[in-house]
């Protein structure tokens, strides 16, 4: 079972910035994908960014221009750069890893964007 344990969410003030770090317990090569989704209270999961095997990266419209998704194959990480972050972005941030047709989560971690 993959274990995905994420990091570095907090709280911010509009237009701040943070680093989204998630750690897994294996090789990201034995992932076909990993990503970020998001939880605001009252409202579905959606994805935030990806980033495929190949790197090939997409990221919700709501986002693109401000958030960077990367891949660290040394340190079996996927990171979530936000920039010019906005109350919007306030949710729990989820890591995820797709290994052929199963999803795989961490815990999550809180971002809160507030003045």
């Known amino acids: 079972q993959v274990q995905l344990v994420e990091s570095g969410g907090g709280l911010v003030q509009p237009g701040g910035s943070l680093r989204l770090s998630c750690a897994a317990s294996r090789s990201i090569f034995t992932f076909n994908a990993m990503g970020w989704y998001r939880q605001a209270p009252g409202k579905e999961r959606e994805l935030v960014a990806r980033?495929?095997?190949?790197?090939?990266?997409n990221y919700a419209e709501s986002v693109q221009g401000r958030f960077t998704i990367s891949s660290d194959i040394a340190k079996r990480a996927v990171s979530l750069q936000m920039n010019y972050l906005k109350p919007e972005d306030t949710a729990v941030y989820y890591c995820n890893a797709v290994t052929g047709s199963l999803n795989n989560w961490g815990q999550g971690t809180q971002v809160t964007v507030s003045s």
């Open positions: 980033i495929t095997l190949g790197g090939n990266t």
